[in-house]
């Protein structure tokens, strides 16, 4: 009776720590597996940029260049938009002007006229676009109209590319 109720013992402490294994190995981060597409939609302003799934893109004031600077806290809020391969772009956007740049978490991310471009997380529809003009990690972020410029509340305002 004892040498069963040993190995009882054992094969249950076995399986909880497989099963305590098993949640803790939730594996790491996989990028996408196909192109990011950009569209347009066509709302105020002339309309802006929105990714596949219809929700608002953005660019942030603080990026230099092509070069992210939302990273950690900042990219679990502002999701970058992106890619395995090339992006696509649908009728209204201007393919020339897509383009990709690499992240410090090896992804690839989607640039619209050689700027960085983000979901907010919980823009879920075209019209939401709850994050234009906020105030936020130090700088401003704005829609993107189909020409490539911040779309304020005044207007498309071209972006600088700092440094070149």
Known sequence: ?????????VAFALSG???VAACGSAGPWTPPAHPAVVS?????????????????LYVFARDINTVSVCNW????????LTTAGSPDATL???GDLLGTTDRQDGTTQVTYR?????????????????????LEFGGRWWLVSP??????GGGPVPLPLRGA
Do not use: E, F, K, N
């Open 1 to 9: 009776m004892r040498q069963s109720t040993r190995v009882l013992a």
């Open 17 to 19: 720590g497989l099963a």
């Open 40 to 56: 347009l939609h066509r709302g105020g302003a002339g309309g802006y940029l929105i990714d596949g799934g219809g929700s608002p």
């Open 73 to 80: 806290t900042c990219s679990a809020r502002w999701l970058p």
């Open 92 to 94: 209204g956007v201007d």
């Open 114 to 134: 050689g700027h960085p471009l983000y979901r907010l997380v919980g823009d879920r529809d075209p019209d939401s676009a709850a994050g234009a003009g906020r």
């Open 147 to 152: 020409a490539g410029d911040a779309l304020t």
